[in-house]
């Protein structure tokens, strides 16, 4: 299997004034944030506002964004929602486009059992022949990934780790236990990077990173080498704005961080657009946070 990359960027989908998918912009927001030391880019996942955005839009952008970037660094597609079927299909035309890996979403809405969770995800991996990243992210999905099924699915080869976003520690350190070093655990939640990766996970899934790339890789660095005491130091450093990212519900502030650093990703499409309001009442605890970082990516 191809190495996928510890820190990966959960890439925000610049959209145009009249709400189109702005290619060209998504390329130059790519290469920006390869190049400020991310290893590869989720492309159609939460952060990328995948629910609003129709299939031939997601196939666009993730070859548009694999041709920017080339192998410079990996592409992560999210092809999978709550219908397995059309998850098939999406994944196969996927890796026609030369994806370098999946992203596996538990599915929302609908609620499987842990059994029909197994079912699916086999049934999506089994189509192609690239790797997938399962995703545990039950905020989003009202259902968890428990840990033996996460555990079963492990044993698939194709499937090559998870994104957990569970915030259940013991769950998550379970993974780490008893999955086979080939098998790796990437942290859901800037948040949690430090923890999780100190326990033995491999990396994390990237917010921030639309931003602070340069940083977040720094910390994941002090981490491996074994320097906890600095690395600690920096993860309380950083926490602030991890947490501020969260403030309301992402890709939202993280789309706003970005504009107002002049980054020029347009606005969201609805419904992932607050209220004017709303938005004046975030901006006014977000901003004193956000001016207390330097940004790695600059505009331009």
Same mark, same amino acid.
């Given at each position: ?35 400020? =030391?991310?290893? #590869?880019? /989720? %492309?159609? +996942? *939460? !952060? ?5 955005? &129709?299939? $031939? ?12 970037? =080339?192998?410079? #660094?990996? /592409? %992560?597609? +999210? *092809? !999978? ?5 059309? &998850?098939? $299909? ?22 499987? !059992? ?187």
């Amino acid at each position: 299997m191809a190495e996928i990359g510890r820190l990966l960027t959960a890439m925000v989908t610049p959209f145009t004034t009249t709400g189109e998918v702005d290619y060209v912009r998504a390329r130059e927001i790519a290469k920006k944030i390869i190049k400020n =030391g991310s290893d #590869g880019l /989720v %492309i159609g +996942g *939460t !952060t990328g506002e995948a629910p609003s955005m &129709s299939d $031939e839009e997601k196939l666009n952008l993730y070859k548009e964004v694999k041709d920017a970037i =080339g192998d410079e #660094g990996t /592409v %992560i597609a +999210g *092809t !999978t929602d709550n219908n397995t079927r059309k &998850s098939v $299909e999406l994944s196969i035309s996927a890796e026609k486009l030369g994806v370098d890996a999946l992203l596996l979403t538990v599915p929302a809405y609908n609620k499987p !059992t842990q059994g029909g969770l197994i079912g699916h995800f086999k049934e999506i991996a089994g189509s192609v022949k690239i790797p997938g990243i399962l995703y545990n992210v039950p905020s989003r999905t009202a259902l968890n990934m428990d840990l033996d099924t996460t555990l079963e699915l492990s044993e698939i080869p194709n499937i090559i780790g998870t994104k957990e976003a569970s915030s259940d520690a013991d769950q998550i350190n379970y993974i780490i236990k008893n999955v086979s070093d080939s098998f790796k655990v990437w942290s859901g939640n800037d948040n949690e990077t430090f923890s999780i990766i100190s326990a033995g996970g491999y990396g994390v899934v990237s917010v921030a990173g639309n931003l602070i790339s340069a940083q977040v890789k720094h910390l994941i660095g002090l981490i491996l080498e074994g320097n906890i005491e600095l690395a600690a130091k920096e993860h309380l450093r950083l926490l602030p704005f991890f947490n501020a990212l969260f403030f309301i519900t992402n890709p939202i502030p993280v789309r706003y961080a970005m504009n107002r650093c002049e980054l020029n990703v347009g606005s969201g499409r609805l419904p992932m657009i607050p209220s004017d309001d709303e938005l004046q009442l975030f901006s006014k605890k977000f901003d004193p946070v956000m001016d207390g970082y330097d940004i790695d990516i600059q505009a331009g």
